[in-house]
């Protein structure tokens, strides 16, 4: 029987948890740049589905408050992906829109 590779929904810095993201850029501060990159292009793409379908898009100007967000959330979570913290993330921002 051939092996077969498992099929992950997130790959890249995404499927990385939470501990590992700290970790990494515990060794090598200037990754962080790439984890920011990594969550903005993600919650572009989140966002560009809200787009699709009409309704209110996050704002994703303040890329120092969203990681500041991701950090204590992951320090509660490690075991958690960076790509659960991030959509976790962009779901709290659109209950603060829903509730404006």
């Known amino acids: 029987m051939p092996a077969t ?8 810095a995404g499927s990385r948890s939470c501990e590992q ?8 501060p200037n990754l962080r740049r790439a984890y920011v990159s990594w969550m903005q292009g993600y919650l572009s793409g989140r966002n560009a589905a809200r787009e699709a379908e009409a309704l209110a898009l996050v704002d994703l100007d303040d890329y120092e408050a969203q990681w500041a ?13 960076f790509a659960q913290a991030v959509d976790a993330l962009f779901d709290e921002r659109v209950r603060v829109i829903a509730s404006e």
Not at 5 to 12: D, E, H, K
Not at 21 to 28: H, N, R, S
């Open 69 to 81: 967000w991701l950090s204590s959330w992951c320090a509660e979570r490690p075991s958690s992906s």
């Open 5 to 12: 590779a498992q099929v992950g929904a997130v790959a890249g």
């Open 21 to 28: 993201v700290q970790a990494d850029i515990a060794d090598l």
